[in-house]
């Protein structure tokens, strides 16, 4: 079992950055595909990002890609959006989520876990 806890969401202007953090608990942190997805205002929860167990595979939506940055320590079992040049298209709660073994991972039907999610408001 792990349970996933979201923080680092806020009100921010247009342009500004946020670095979002989801902190897990269990011991096969490092097992997991990381992902972060987010649910607009009347829309669909969509993919954001994905990052393998060792990191060195990410993936990302074309919107975020350049601006955004997933990242994980595993010794630390956190893994972090950073979130640059942000836009108000990006408001929205964005959630962490955890997926046994590997894998693309790009869809929300895959992962077996999620945390509560974090609100990011983006101004214009």
């Known amino acids: 079992q792990v349970q996933l806890v979201e923080s680092g969401g806020g009100l921010v202007q247009a342009g500004g950055s946020l670095r979002l953090s989801c902190a897990a608990s269990?011991?096969?942190?490092?097992?997991?595909?990381m992902g972060w997805f987010r649910r607009a205002p009347g829309k669909e929860r969509e993919f954001v990002a994905a990052?393998?167990?060792?990191?060195?595979?990410?993936y990302y939506t074309d919107s975020v890609k350049g601006r955004f940055t997933i990242s994980r320590d595993n010794a630390k079992n956190t893994v972090y959006l950073q979130m640059n040049s942000l836009k108000p298209e990006d408001t929205a709660v964005y959630y962490c989520?955890?997926?046994?073994?590997?894998?693309?991972?790009?869809?929300?039907?895959?992962?077996?876990?999620w945390g509560q999610g974090t609100q990011v408001t983006v101004s214009s």
């Open positions: 989520a955890a997926k046994r073994g590997s894998g693309r991972a790009t869809f929300s039907y895959e992962y077996d876990y």
């Open positions: 269990g011991r096969t942190f490092s097992i997991y595909v």
């Open positions: 990052i393998n167990w060792s990191g060195g595979t990410t």
